[in-house]
T-cell receptor, first 112, second 116 residues
Framework: QKEVEQDPGPLSVPEGAIVSLNCTYSNSAFQYFMWYRQYSRKGPELLMYTYSSGNKEDGRFTAQVDKSSKYISLFIRDSQPSDSATYLCAMNLNNAGNMLTFGGGTRLMVKP | EPEVTQTPSHQVTQMGQEVILRCVPISNHLYFYWYRQILGQKVEFLVSFYNNEISEKSEIFDDQFSVERPDGSNFTLKIRSTKLEDSAMYFC??????????????FGSGTRLTVV
């Protein structure tokens, strides 16, 4: 079983739709969960950062962590064509320099 | 907003040559990292660096690789004798650990290394 799994997509939605992106993971010791957006041939850009279980909201983005199910989600409301990118989940054990383990990314296409 | 800066953006080198990839992390960050991403594949961890020494490294980071923080601002990755399979995007990142728990890692824009 891969440590962090993500559906590669592509996920195609119309502008204005609510998008749900998900990752599952196998290591129950992961404590910190991040979502990154990556445009083609660019570096990952941090969108959301969550510690342990719960929800976090930032503008049109909501991150959810369910540690009991080893499942994390990113919701994008009122999706825009500029949201078209690859979304990467990443997680680690602690916030003291521990390596990030990434999912493979989900490619999202928002059509005008 | 603070940035992690990487140079060069693209490097082409011949197999067997040494390359040095350069990064300027965010100035008040304590932890520094190198990751790589082979085209179409996952972002993979290479090495982390804290307090002037390697704190963690992956199996990829073998004796051909080394890291250095030669001064107060730069962080470098050296590949001593490049192989074709070293062709990838190399990302530098930095973080501030528990001093800023909401900040996460910040990545640079990457250096695309092409080994021919």
């Amino acid at each position: 079983q891969k440590e962090v799994e993500q559906d590669p997509g592509p996920l195609s939605v119309p502008e204005g739709a609510i998008v749900s992106l998900n990752c599952t993971y196998s290591n129950s010791a992961f404590q910190y969960f991040m979502w990154y957006r990556q445009y083609s041939r660019k570096g990952p850009e941090l969108l959301m950062y969550t510690y342990s279980s719960g929800n976090k909201e930032d503008g049109r983005f909501t991150a959810q962590v369910d540690k009991s199910s080893k499942y994390i989600s990113l919701f994008i409301r009122d999706s825009q064509p500029s949201d078209s990118a690859t979304y990467l989940c990443a997680m680690n054990l602690n916030n003291a320099g521990n390596m990030l383990t990434f999912g493979g990314g989900t490619r999202l296409m928002v059509k005008p | 907003e603070p940035e992690v800066t990487q140079t060069p953006s693209h490097q082409v080198t011949q197999m067997g040559q040494e390359v040095i990839l350069r990064c300027v992390p965010i100035s008040n960050h304590l932890y520094f990292y190198w990751y790589r991403q082979i085209l179409g594949q996952k972002v993979e961890f290479l090495v982390s660096f804290y307090n002037n020494e390697i704190s963690e490294k992956s199996e990829i980071f073998d004796d051909q690789f080394s890291v250095e923080r030669p001064d107060g601002s730069n962080f470098t990755l050296k590949i001593r004798s490049t192989k074709l399979e070293d062709s990838a995007m190399y990302f530098c990142a930095s973080s501030n650990g528990d001093r800023e728990p909401d900040y996460g890692y910040t990545f640079g824009s990457g250096t695309r290394l092409t080994v021919v």
